[in-house]
């Protein structure tokens, strides 16, 4: 099977090097399809045609994405398959991959986006999807980054996070209608918060009118997180490394002792590929909780303090685990704004507590 595996890739990577024009659009298309897949997914969510399904749909290739690629984190921790590349099998056209070849992270991502698509009943979305796939894993062997092999398993991957995700995310119910915000609430809580922000300009009490603040800033920020998380999980370690040696190559001509350049260049040469893939899961996860936990104070849930302090508690905690094994800059500035935003909720569940008791107090 291996022998059939890299005879294939060759053939596909055989074809590169002999038109610069096709070699320059298999380039573009390995970097940006998946990203672009990912945008164009985001724009159904404002679609007018039977919006609950659709934004159902949506949010379910969303979920079917980040389960897939959780699932290519846990594979790694068994299979570390070389590139194939530095097994003499291709030759590269883009900077290499730091990170084992098996499965396909990007193969995973774009399928699991048309298996979401076909799972919850949109065949013809499911289709056009399809043929950017296709574009996309076969611009990955085509470059000489990955085995076809790999994109077997990426593909193989997407079809199981989709198909739980089938089996686990129902339309209609609970958690569907707050995800899809039919009915409004997800929405009313947001404009009920510029509102609260609005109404508060003129009042003489500051730390109220910086609470409204500071909860709508705290979901925009979620909303940031998630996109950075999702960015790192497609850049390459090797671009991280480049762009830091770009920055700092003049500072370091000038001043070879300059103190901002060395610590730049000596956080990114320590970027590994395990750091940047944990960096990316932290924020996506930290800003999908951020973005839950504004939406549900707004929406004035007690619960939600409690269970928000835990959740950033546990990530922090596994986070200086990791710190005292390996250190990482990047990694300890994510904990540092851990901290700060523990603190914001602390505070938070304090004043929406004693306004509760107080409530209870009046009524009785």
């Known amino acids: 099977m291996s022998t059939i595996d890299a005879q ?11 038109s610069r024009a096709l070699d320059l659009l298999m380039i573009a298309v390995t970097q940006a399809g998946v990203p672009l897949l990912v945008l164009a997914v985001a724009t159904q969510w404002w679609t ?40 003499g099998v291709t030759h590269l056209l883009i900077s290499p991959s730091a990170d084992p070849s098996f499965p396909s992270d990007h193969a995973t991502a774009a399928f699991a986006i048309v298996f979401g698509w076909l799972f919850h009943g949109r065949g013809k979305k499911a289709l056009w999807f399809f043929a950017g796939a296709m574009a996309v894993v076969l611009s990955r062997v085509y470059v000489g980054i ?54 508060r300009t003129g009042a003489s009490d500051l730390m109220h009118r910086l609470f409204g603040v500071v909860v709508v800033l705290k979901g925009l920020d979620g909303v940031l997180e998630i996109a950075g998380g999702i960015a790192l999980l497609f850049v390459q370690t090797g671009a991280v490394v480049a762009l830091a040696t770009a920055l700092t190559a003049h500072e370091l001509s000038e001043d070879p002792h300059d103190l901002i350049a060395n610590v730049l260049r ?11 893939m944990f960096i990316a899961a932290y924020l996506l996860f930290h800003g999908i909780a951020k973005v839950t936990l504004a939406t549900f104070l707004l929406m004035g849930k007690i619960w939600a303090y ?15 685990y990791r710190l005292s094994r390996v ?23 304090h004043v929406a507590a004693s306004r509760k008791s107080a409530s209870i107090s009046g009524s009785v």
């Not at 079917?64 to 299979?79: C, E, K």
């Not at 409690?306 to 200086?320: K, S």
């Not at 250190?327 to 602390?346: H, K, N, Q, R």
């Open 266 to 276: 000596h956080w990114a040469a320590g970027f590994g590929r395990g750091t940047q």
């Open 8 to 18: 294939v890739t060759g053939w596909i990577n055989a074809l590169s090097g002999h």
């Open 306 to 320: 409690p269970a928000a302090l835990t959740f950033f508690l546990v990530f922090v905690a596994y986070a200086a």
């Open 48 to 87: 007018r045609e039977d919006r609950r399904s659709q934004r159902h749909a949506t949010v379910a290739c969303g979920l079917s994405f980040l389960l897939g690629l959780a699932l290519n984190q846990m594979i790694l921790l068994f299979i570390h398959r070389m590139r194939p590349y530095d097994a």
């Open 146 to 199: 990955h085995y076809a092999g790999d994109i077997v398993g990426g593909v193989a991957t997407a079809l199981l996070a989709a198909g739980l995700v089938r089996v686990s995310y129902w339309e209609g119910t609970g958690i569907d209608r707050w995800l899809t915000g039919v009915g409004g609430s997800p929405r009313a809580c947001w404009m009920k918060a510029i509102a609260f922000v609005r109404q």
């Open 327 to 349: 250190w990482s800059l990047s990694l300890a500035g994510v904990v540092v704004l851990d901290f700060v935003t523990i603190g914001f909720v602390a505070r938070e569940w």
